[in-house]
């Protein structure tokens, strides 16, 4: 495969698996551009660039990490591999350092000052009640004040005004510590967004690391990433970016931003957040805006799909040799968890699905399955659940459990129950034998 080391050798690689679309008809930024991005997604039709959005000087991608398919291409692996591979590269001990770099891409042309408007930005609002448009697929690069280390995140950011930006972070995420680190001296906290990236380094964003993500995203090329210092900051910075906005939050400063369509499938509330200042926009010639669809399947993929699985795999794996996979389906907006596994035991499911739980404080719904039912076709999954789950039998509930705050099931402390169920065949109960399987065949010969 070829070599992928930015957003353009990316597309060419998606091109060339027949992963990718280039829609030419204008669209609006308001709505009909996620609106048709979120249907490319749902029928497996690959990333998409808008070439001609309505009143834009650059095209949109999006799409990028959006199914299993184009996670696999974006790692270079096959689609059985993603788990296992991803497991190898966030091992620390696999991290390959950022490479710093004199020259950048993105420094082709720098906007800086007053002449620094945030509307020459294709910045699109996506769901039909977001409070405006976001910046959703940019990734925020940061330096920790104390260690110096960099770090990589996502931080949903709403357009307040030609240089200012709402900038949502939870209490819990490194550069809401850096932030706070800065504020208790009364001082800013420098930001960088990278925006159009080689999806390596998208996928070491979705990361928690307390190393610098961007050894994460090394170990995915075997390769250290090249790096750049800003123009207006003191941060390294992807040089193969396609737009860099530069700028600071100061302490003290907040504003309410939101709503925005979230991860659980509901519209995320406002929310009182800092307030960040663009000192400059910076870009490549024939720049390429990127976007995440929010609440669609790359920013479930990103955020709960990749980062969780390796951790899924290790967790099961201690308590059975017996696992063939593990899935976190995007439709499950990352509170289900599919286990595969070639029982040799009746009780081994349910302590499959225990283990599952432990993993993760997101899973609330854990479904294990046989070798013989498809982990990423959710039609299989559900065929599973009707033909080999006996529900007085073959589940079990866990009441009182910690889920995830934001889940709309639980208490506002994540207070939940969750269900484990063994969607595995019991030939002991009633041997039906073997399932109707018709092969896939390559109907070229029949259609041509």
């Excluded at 095209?59 to 696999?72: D, E, M, N």
């Excluded at 620390?92 to 420094?107: F, L, M, Q, S, T």
Aim: aromatic share 8%.
């Amino acid at each position: 495969m070829e070599a992928i080391h930015d957003l353009r050798s990316f597309i060419a690689v998606i091109e060339k698996a027949g992963q990718f679309t280039e829609i030419k008809k204008p669209v609006k930024i308001v709505h009909e551009l996620a609106n048709v991005a979120a249907a490319m997604a749902r029928q497996d039709k690959g990333a998409v660039l808008f070439s001609q959005p309505v009143g834009a000087t650059m095209p949109v991608f999006t799409g990028a990490v959006a199914s299993q398919k184009l996670a696999a291409l974006a790692l270079g692996c096959s689609l059985n591999e993603v788990s296992d591979f991803m497991g190898r590269v966030l091992d620390p001990a696999n991290g390959i350092a950022p490479i710093r770099v004199g020259e950048a891409a993105w420094k082709e042309n720098v906007i800086t000052g007053e002449d620094v408007d945030l509307a020459m930005l294709p910045i699109p609002t996506h769901g039909k009640h977001d409070g405006g448009p976001f910046i959703t697929g940019g990734v925020t690069v940061t330096k920790d004040p104390v260690s110096g280390r960099g770090n990589l995140s996502y931080n949903r950011m709403q357009v307040l005004g030609k240089r200012e930006l709402g900038f949502n972070m939870n209490e819990w995420r490194h550069t809401m510590k850096f932030y706070k680190n800065q504020e208790s001296k009364n001082e800013p906290l420098q930001v960088a967004i990278a925006i159009g990236l080689d999806p390596a380094i998208m996928i070491a964003a979705g990361a928690r690391s307390d190393d610098d993500e961007l050894r994460i995203a090394g170990a995915i090329r075997g390769r250290g990433t090249p790096v750049c210092k800003g123009v207006t900051v003191d941060i390294d910075i992807p040089a193969e970016a396609e737009i860099v906005l530069e700028g600071y939050l100061p302490p003290q400063e907040r504003h309410p931003e939101g709503p925005l369509a979230e991860f659980h499938g509901y519209y995320g509330e406002p929310w009182q957040m800092p307030v960040f200042h663009v000192t400059a926009i910076c870009h490549r010639n024939k720049p390429i805006f990127q976007t995440i669809v929010a609440g669609a399947s790359e920013h479930i993929y990103i955020g709960n799909v990749l980062p969780r699985e390796p951790l899924l795999l290790k967790f099961v794996r201690h308590v059975s040799a017996n696992i063939t996979g593990v899935h976190v389906p995007p439709y499950g907006n990352g509170f289900v968890s599919i286990v595969q596994l070639k029982k040799n035991n009746p009780g081994e499911p349910k302590n499959v699905a225990m283990a599952a739980f432990t993993s993760h404080v997101n899973n609330k719904l854990v479904i294990v399955i046989d070798p013989d039912v498809n982990l990423y076709d959710p039609a299989d999954i559900l065929w599973a659940l009707n033909n080999r789950v006996d529900w007085s039998r073959d589940i079990f509930l866990v009441q009182g459990s910690q889920g995830h705050e934001m889940d709309p099931v639980s208490d506002t402390r994540g207070v939940q129950t969750k269900i484990g169920i063994d969607a595995t065949y019991k030939e002991e109960r009633r041997p039906y034998g073997e399932r109707i399987v018709y092969p896939d065949i390559d109907l070229t010969e029949y259609l041509s």
